[in-house]
């Protein structure tokens, strides 16, 4: 009798232990794929005890233990997911309340030939400068310019009643560095971006992109200085 008994003890301990072990070879994870507006959360949850790490935290912050995604700003990023031996990876796409234009070309050191491949004939081509007219109100022209034939600027112009919605519009995208200044990195900036008045038409306003400097490092330097500082590097504003 006690061998039988021992017999039963042993075989629901090994069915146990295989149950377990056949548990902890798979990592299941609630989603795949999860999409977020700016500030809002999402929780992953797993079927075993797992860390969360955010490739991007720029994009979107994962809690380490907890698995609480928090988005951050407009883009695409992937949250590991790790457990033992075994990982999963979830995307997370962060979308914007505003689309007030599309974002220029911010391919710097880009061939003038390699841009005009992509747009066609602009409105009007200079030496250093090339710009597009899209015959709108609201946002009429963008425009790149050149420094030995390669690209060192961009920029796009968008009328004076629509500058509250265009700082919503980079504030979902980029970080805030100083008044009208946003950088794509906090830590390590490699772009740079000033919003300005519109040389010769206070109707208008500009938006221009380019690579990071150190006079964007923000609240040392007055606004006025950084644009004074920024704006010989584009072509004088044309006029509409």
Not at 115 to 139: C, H, I, K, Q
Not at 172 to 188: C, H, I, K
Not at 202 to 223: A, F, Q
């Amino acid at each position: 009798m006690r061998c039988i008994k021992f017999v039963l003890m042993a075989a629901i301990a090994a069915t146990t232990i295989l149950s377990c072990a056949k548990q902890d070879s798979i990592l299941l994870v609630n989603t795949s794929d999860v999409v977020l507006k700016a500030s809002q959360e999402f929780t992953i949850s797993t079927n075993n005890k797992a860390t969360f790490v955010s490739e991007n935290e720029n994009v979107a912050v994962v809690d380490q233990k907890t698995g609480v995604i928090t988005a951050v700003k407009v883009g695409e990023t992937y949250i590991d997911v790790v457990s033992g031996n075994h990982s999963s990876r979830v995307k997370v796409t962060v979308e914007g309340n505003y689309y007030t234009y599309d974002e220029p070309y911010l391919d710097f050191g880009m061939s003038r030939e390699t841009l005009l491949s992509f747009y066609g004939t602009p409105y009007r081509m200079t030496e250093d400068n090339v710009s597009f007219f899209y015959w709108n109100a609201e946002v009429p022209y963008d425009g790149y310019t050149f420094k030995n034939g390669k690209l060192d600027g961009s920029y796009v112009v968008f009328h004076k009643d629509y500058l509250n919605e265009v700082g919503l519009f980079l504030g979902e995208r980029y970080f805030l560095a100083s008044e009208g200044t946003y950088v794509n990195d906090p830590v390590n900036p490699s772009l740079g971006i000033v919003i300005s008045r519109q040389i010769n038409n206070d109707d208008y306003y500009r938006v221009s992109y380019m690579p990071y400097m150190p006079v964007l490092k923000g609240n040392e330097i007055p606004p006025e200085q950084i644009i004074d500082d920024i704006i010989p590097l584009f072509a004088p504003g044309t006029k509409i």
